[in-house]
């Protein structure tokens, strides 16, 4: 019999990594200083693993061998701190899961874009007929899939707290697609802090490995500078198409790989936008390290539905698009959805503000924002920069009444957009649920 693992955080992560160390002979105990969900729960009772919620018993805990922690406990949590001064190695569900794979990983982070990125290089992966799982931050837990499934290859989308939880995970291809300052209360407030949790996605990786990047991120290119690159370097971006690397020209979008073009229209993209592009091109690159045929790709690059709440094009009532881009919770992301609709908008705003700057919006929403709906407690900030530059601003402290207010704003031709640029706990439970009646309030119209 192996020793304790102790696991800290009930939830998807959590309960996958218990599964796992179960089953590989270890002694399991979870433990929440929250309330664990029902669903959970059940399945730990089901596989008779031992758990607790709403406190954490610290004599069990610091006889573990090893500890699996969520990505959401800060390395700063006093018990985190104590398992680290006695030696007890605090490691991620990630780096769990990865000691029992041989799987192959394509791995991918940044602080924008990286779930679309990922979601269509799975569908790439799945349509070509591999056997492709979906970990990390979308998709069922990495170590539960290790100990129930057998897939030949991962792709995982990473956080930077959870690439801080992974020492000896190395990835065969990792994609960074940029780095903006994001958690910086995580990181003592230091950029370099956040950026060297970035590239911790490069560890381990050898020459047999390939490292995907946006050649257009000033941060990353700077950073590249610095550091000594083992794997097979391979940049995109809006210039010309390296060899190997990805580009656009005359409006297609150009990879070269190990002697293969691949070329394709970006209208016929089904994601649409230059931050898609860069997506897609991220996306492309793996499929076509993974051998993907010209046509396959082709075909998935232009049947990919997208990812629900971020630029999910609902529906049309008498003539006006309603889009809903619920997931975007900070400013750059919404600069990237008002980018990509090519016409008039009326944009629903607001929520629990993060010390926004509005300034680099200004003159997309001048050029392109023929009314503003502020959906928040507080939108004087928002008055105050779009006051000038926009006709109409109206607030609503609901869903429903924001809904009304953009559907009599906008005519024919017109698209309604739901990008908040903030978070959404003031009126709803979540992003999810934001997004969630905004189309239900729309079907309602």
């Not at 006695?86 to 794979?101: A, C, D, H, L, Y």
């Not at 874009?113 to 990922?118: D, Q, V």
């Amino acid at each position: 019999m192996n020793g304790l693992v102790a696991i800290l955080g009930g939830g998807e992560s959590g309960v996958g990594a218990a599964i796992l160390a179960q089953k590989k002979g270890y002694e399991v105990f979870v433990s929440d200083l929250g309330k664990i969900k029902e669903k959970y729960k059940n399945v730990l009772s089901n596989y008779n693993i031992d758990f607790e919620e709403g406190q954490h018993t610290e004599d069990k805990i610091l006889s573990a061998e090893l500890v699996v922690k969520s990505p959401g406990i800060p390395e700063t949590a006093p018990l985190v701190v104590q398992l680290k001064e006695k030696g007890i190695p605090v490691i991620s569900e990630i780096e769990f899961g990865g000691r029992f794979s041989s799987a192959k990983t394509i791995c991918i982070t940044g602080s924008n874009g990286k779930t679309t990125t990922t979601l269509l290089t799975y569908h790439i992966l799945k349509n070509a007929g591999i056997n492709v799982g979906l970990a990390g931050n979308v998709g069922k837990s990495f170590a539960w899939q290790v100990a129930e499934e057998a897939f030949d290859v991962y792709v995982i989308e990473l956080s930077s707290f959870q690439l801080d939880g992974m020492f000896e995970f190395r990835a065969d291809l990792a994609i960074m697609m940029n780095i903006t300052p994001d958690h910086l209360d995580r990181y003592n407030y230091e950029m370099q802090n956040y950026v060297d949790s970035k590239f911790r996605i490069l560890q381990n990786q050898t020459k047999n490995d390939y490292f995907i990047y946006f050649d257009d991120d000033e941060v990353i290119k700077s950073e590249l500078n610095k550091r000594e690159i083992k794997p097979v370097q391979i940049p995109f971006g809006l210039g010309m198409a390296a060899e190997p690397g990805a580009g656009v020209q005359d409006n297609r979008i150009i990879i070269n790989f190990h002697q293969n073009q691949f070329s394709m229209s970006i209208l016929d993209l089904s994601l649409q936008g230059k931050h898609n592009t860069y997506n897609s091109m991220a996306a492309g690159i793996a499929s076509m390290v993974f051998r993907i045929k010209d046509e396959q790709l082709r075909e998935s690059m232009a049947d990919f539905t997208g990812v629900e709440h971020r630029l999910e094009r609902f529906l049309k009532v008498h003539g006006i698009e309603f889009v809903n881009d619920s997931k975007a919770t900070n400013v750059n992301s919404s600069w990237y959805a008002l980018e990509s609709v090519h016409k008039p908008i009326v944009w629903i705003v607001g929520g629990v503000d993060k010390g926004n700057d509005y300034s680099m919006l200004q003159g997309l929403v001048a050029n392109k924002v023929k009314a503003i709906v502020c959906l928040g407690k507080t939108n004087a900030k928002l008055h105050e920069a779009f006051g000038d530059s926009v006709a109409d601003i109206v607030d609503a402290s609901s869903m429903e009444e924001a809904v009304k207010a953009a559907y009599y704003l906008a005519r024919n031709g017109d698209a309604v957009l739901l990008s908040p640029a903030c978070a959404s706990f003031d009126l709803f439970e979540n992003y999810e649920d934001r997004g969630n009646q905004f189309k239900q309030e729309v079907r309602n119209l």
